[in-house]
């Protein structure tokens, strides 16, 4: 599946538009129950592993969700977040289901420097 924050996909043609697709994961707010607080205080260095597992978790509810309706690819790609209670964050990955096809001169992205050389 693949997952872009751009509206196109060089080297690939969009055959047709399924619509928006989510993926939602929600968390605890408490800094203390999930642990991003050191015994020390300031941040805990397993924040950053932690709010990016929680991120990856949305983009691959989103990207089930794609395929479950036939697509194999999303273009344009956005993380939003709210505040659900005092106590509780979601996290919302989000963007537009679509089918490709490779273009037909047959390069794939990134491909292109290879041919080049």
């Known amino acids: 599946m ?3 924050t751009t509206d196109n996909l060089p080297g690939y043609e969009i055959r047709d538009v399924l619509g928006e697709v989510i993926g939602i994961t929600a968390r605890s707010n408490n800094p203390f129950n999930e642990g991003i607080k050191s015994l020390h205080g300031g941040t805990n260095p397993r924040m950053f592993e932690m709010l990016t597992r929680w991120r990856e978790e949305a983009v691959e509810r989103m990207a089930q969700n794609a395929l479950s309706r036939g697509a194999n690819a999303i273009v344009a790609m956005r993380f939003d977040h709210r505040n659900l209670t005092s106590s509780w964050i979601e ?18 992205p990134g491909n292109h420097l290879a041919a080049a050389s």
Do not use: D, E, F, K
């Open 91 to 108: 996290i919302c990955a989000y963007g537009t289901a679509v089918v490709v096809s490779l273009r037909a001169n047959g390069v794939r």
């Open 2 to 4: 693949l997952v872009v």
